[in-house]
Nanobody
Framework: VQLVESGGGLVQPGGSLRLSCAAS????????MAWYRQAPGKQRELVAN???????NYADSVKGRFTISRDNAKNTVYLQMNNLKPEDAVVYYC???????????????WGQGIQVTVSS
């Protein structure tokens, strides 16, 4: 299973970006999908996750500004980021807990990371 992220880039404070992450390869099912982020010298932190049934969870720092969603038919997870702040300017990573084939165990997959820059 490969995860490919897109949608990052430069935005002014208060602006919006939408990140996408599409999974490809041998996929039987995907349980949880999530976005993490990591600043230089710091641990990777959970931004938001969404379970297969649609239940979502957000970090306190992004509640009310970010929205996670998923398209199961496309094996894709999105992160709509509004009212971006300079402290949101870090690398974002897509994560999926997926089962590649029927009967196989579930594995944890990561995207390569995508940079978000917030600057005027």
């Amino acid at each position: 299973v490969q995860l490919v992220e897109s949608g990052g880039g430069l935005v002014q404070p208060g602006g919006s970006l939408r990140l996408s992450c599409a999974a490809s390869g041998s996929i039987f099912s995907i349980n949880a999908m999530a976005w993490y982020r990591q600043a230089p010298g710091k641990q990777r932190e959970l931004v938001a996750n969404i379970l297969s049934g649609g239940l979502t969870n957000y970090a306190d720092s992004v509640k009310g500004r970010f929205t996670i969603s998923r398209d199961n038919a496309k094996n894709t997870v999105y992160l709509q980021m509004n009212n971006l702040k300079p402290e949101d300017a870090v690398v974002y990573y897509c994560n999926m807990k997926a089962t590649p084939t029927s009967g196989s165990p579930q594995y944890n997959y990561w995207g390569q990371g995508i940079q978000v820059t917030v600057s005027s």
